[in-house]
């Protein structure tokens, strides 16, 4: 079956760092990828998505890749700031009923 | 801000206790899912109505029901509660259920069964 796979958390960075969470899928067939926030008693926003195969999502200095041949969906961004501490989900989207198939979330946590 | 509404944002109840869940979806989506997010299970589908019509059923309990109305709305039924009930439940609505159609999610009403 469907399902996604992503580094756990608590992710700790210091301002400016460089930022990674890993994200791979298991899939029948090509599912689109998201990444969704859900920042502190809000709730979940979509951060960025990628339809196909080598397509690049990205917003707000986040980037995100969708890797077929690695199965894998990993966030980026070049320097974090206070503000994107916050939880991140992965997700893909499965196509024989529209339900979005959830990572276990990574809490990001960036001090100043 | 999504454009979709949920109500109550909270919901504080006893166990066997009946209670209603209100979503309202952005201007134009016919597409409406239910998830619920739990500590223990974290997010899980629940059920999908496009159009008034059920489409898809998740992880949904047999006590538990929702239906959408003839202007899109949608409504979760949760019934004879029970504490492991308690989690963040999350509307969220799209335009139709094509490719790369992203959900836009509702702020989430929080049940809290005591």
């Known amino acids: 079956g469907n399902s996604v796979t992503q580094m756990e958390g608590p992710v700790t960075l210091s301002e400016e760092a460089f930022l990674t969470i890993n994200c791979t899928y298991t899939?029948?067939?090509?599912?689109?990828l998201f990444w969704y926030v859900q920042y502190p008693g809000e709730g979940l926003q979509l951060l960025l998505k990628a339809t196909k195969a080598d397509d690049k999502g990205s917003n707000k200095g986040f980037e995100a890749t969708y890797r077929k041949e690695t199965t894998s969906f990993h966030l980026e961004k070049g320097s974090v700031q206070v503000s994107d501490s916050a939880v991140y989900f992965c997700a893909l989207i499965d196509y024989s009923n529209y339900q979005l198939i959830w990572g276990a979330g990574t809490k990001l946590i960036i001090k100043p | 801000d999504s454009g979709v509404t949920q109500t109550p944002k909270h919901l504080i109840t006893a166990t066997g206790q009946r209670v209603t869940l209100r979503c309202s979806p952005r201007s134009g989506d016919l597409s409406v899912y239910w998830y619920q997010q739990s500590l223990d299970q974290g997010l899980q589908f629940l059920i999908h109505?496009?159009?008034?019509?059920?489409?898809a059923k998740g992880n949904i309990l047999e006590r538990f029901s929702a239906q959408q109305f003839p202007d899109l709305h949608s409504e979760l039924n949760l019934s004879s509660l029970e504490l492991g009930d308690s989690a963040l439940y999350f509307c969220a609505s799209s335009v139709t259920g094509t490719r790369g159609n992203e959900q836009f999610f509702g702020p989430g009403t929080r049940l809290t069964v005591l």
């Open positions: 109505y496009y159009n008034g019509e059920e489409r």
């Open positions: 899939a029948t067939g090509y599912p689109s």
